[in-house]
């Protein structure tokens, strides 16, 4: 959709490029829902890329898939040195074979069977679909910030990169940002800042580290009634769960431990050959992390000496499966100085905040990083009631108008 803005008014650069992307909310919203609608699970990315690699195009922009899958695009500025970077993620959560179709305000919404007043339409001013915010609305905020900075053409000092990234949800474990950051021009960066949070006066400038692994216990399986008394891994795993259960974890800094998913057997009448589960452990602080570790190994250990002890038949193991780095950007740094003041200037009152996204990379790296708000409202990301509603999305693009052209060196002056 073409952006229409007069640009004769004579207006300061910064000014203009904050009125274009003003401008660009209501028209990228389309955007938004052509992504969505479009399948993105880890490791299967690439034909959203390629949709993003399109809008931008449209733009005016060159554009690059790097190796791993990432799309890349550059807008030149006047001087050589460290860019900055402005990115969201390409995934989502949701399989391949998951339905996903934008459910329009008025229409009926199939992802929730009636409303708190009973109706099953989706209400004024909302979207309803599944990764609806999470990210497609930190992709289309990025895409619209992109179209609105070609079409105001402001000249900056500093290269401006716009980055969409793979792998950063579940067990892609940052992988796109990560490969990303290992060489240039990622590890140079002036400053690096994703669109990938629901509330949008929070500044996430600190990285909360994760640990992920696999527990599997296993025996020899047998008849429920013929083999009775023999070995059962599904009871040691029962055991193992409730002493991790147990375990006491520090409000501060914030550390937790979750059993996402565990698995026994195929079959009511049959004693499981195998049991496994998957663990995930994060906290803010490293330390504090590997104290939680070394507890959950324990009780894992614990829990098979108690049920298995001295039975050759019985076994375990304990696999990482994934792990995604911590960092922390200063709160007095300049860049969430920055990022405070162009929030202020917009109305907010800026919070800071700890989460698991893109910026845990760029942090890990060294390079100057935090998370910003998509914009607009949401609710219940990675559900399959997800939805967004772009009201305020507009302010949210002043921001990043602000602190992105501050950072790449545009200036008020004419």
């Known amino acids: 959709m073409p952006l229409r803005l007069d640009l004769r008014r004579r207006t300061s650069p910064a000014d203009t490029l904050r009125r274009a992307a003003a401008a660009e909310a209501d028209a990228v919203t389309q955007i938004q829902i052509e992504l969505c609608e479009i399948a993105a699970p880890v490791d299967a990315e690439a034909l959203r890329g390629q949709a993003v690699a399109r809008w931008l195009r449209s733009s005016g922009y060159e554009v690059q898939h790097d190796a791993i899958g990432n799309v890349i695009a550059r807008r030149p500025g006047r001087s050589a040195g460290p860019a900055v970077a402005l990115s969201a993620h390409l995934d ?150 409730r002493r991790i259960g147990a375990i006491a974890t520090p409000e501060q800094p914030r550390t937790t431990c979750n059993i996402g998913v565990m698995a026994a057997g195929q079959s009511v009448n049959a004693i499981p050959e195998r049991a496994s589960m998957q663990i995930d452990l994060r906290s803010e602080d490293p330390r504090a992390l590997d104290t939680l570790d070394i507890a959950v190994q324990q009780a894992i250990r614990d829990a098979q000496d108690a049920s298995a002890a001295n039975l050759p038949e019985a076994g375990s193991s304990l696999q990482r499966i994934g792990e995604r780095p911590g960092g922390a950007t200063p709160a007095d740094s300049p860049l969430v100085s920055a990022a405070r003041k162009a929030l202020a200037a ?50 949210t693009l002043a921001v990043v108008a602000r602190l992105v052209g501050g950072l790449a060196g545009l200036h008020d002056s004419p």
């Open 346 to 395: 917009e109305g907010f009152s800026p919070k800071l905040a700890a989460a698991s996204t893109d910026a845990n990379a760029a942090m890990a790296a060294g390079v100057p990083a935090i998370c910003l708000g998509w914009g607009g409202r949401s609710g219940d990301q990675h559900s399959l009631r997800e939805w967004f509603a772009p009201e305020g999305r507009e302010r």
């Open 92 to 241: 989502s959560v949701f399989p391949a074979h998951q339905p996903v179709r934008v459910a329009r305000p008025g229409e009926p919404d199939p992802y929730r069977a009636t409303q708190s007043d009973g109706d099953t339409r989706v209400p004024a001013g909302e979207l309803r679909a599944p990764g609806i915010a999470d990210d497609a609305a930190g992709l289309a905020a990025m895409i619209a910030f992109a179209r609105a900075f070609a079409l105001a053409d402001p000249a900056t000092e500093r290269d401006l990169l716009f980055v969409a990234t793979v792998g950063e949800e579940g067990r892609g474990d940052l992988k796109g940002a990560r490969h990303f950051f290992a060489q240039p021009p990622g590890r140079e960066l002036h400053a690096f800042i994703t669109l990938d949070h629901p509330q949008a006066n929070v500044i996430v400038h600190r990285g909360v580290a994760s640990r992920r692994y696999l527990v599997e216990f296993n025996g020899p399986g047998g008849h429920s009634w013929g083999h009775a008394g023999r070995y059962n891994p599904a009871l040691t795993l029962a055991d193992a769960a």
